[in-house]
């Protein structure tokens, strides 16, 4: 999967700190003069880099700091940013590849838990 990028693309080496916020990362370290990076990871498989200055003044000024509220509106704002970036339909099938992916793993689990369960009640190794 190719980098998206919510802003100007820079150099993504450094450590990425995890924020308040589970899918959002601040990279510390990197290059010098390096943009300041924030990176998204979406529950359903996207990744993002930002590094447009608005977006991150916004996304720092709803970083939740213990206010669950801040978080909701944090999310709202990183799936819109998202949508408003790379568009709507682009957004549902990603959350359509991912839903079908996790369905297939799923199954290969079962499947494998099945046959592991029938070698025990047979005695098979």
């Known amino acids: 999967m190719r980098e998206k990028w919510i802003g100007e693309e820079n150099d993504t080496s450094g450590t990425y700190v995890k924020t308040t916020c589970s899918e959002l990362s601040l990279r510390r370290g990197g290059k010098i003069n390096a943009k300041k990076l924030y990176r998204f990871k979406s529950r359903f498989g996207g990744e993002y880099n930002i590094t447009d200055e608005e977006a991150i003044s916004n996304i720092e ?18 799936y819109g940013l998202v949508i408003e970036q790379f568009g709507m339909i682009e957004f549902i099938v990603n959350i359509g590849h991912h839903v079908a992916k996790e ?4 199954y290969v689990r079962g499947k494998k838990q099945m046959q592991k369960e029938m070698r025990n009640l047979l005695g098979i190794r």
């Open 103 to 106: 369905r297939d793993d799923g």
């Open 61 to 78: 000024e709803l970083l939740p700091k213990g206010e669950e509220e801040n978080s909701v509106k944090l999310y709202e704002y990183l």
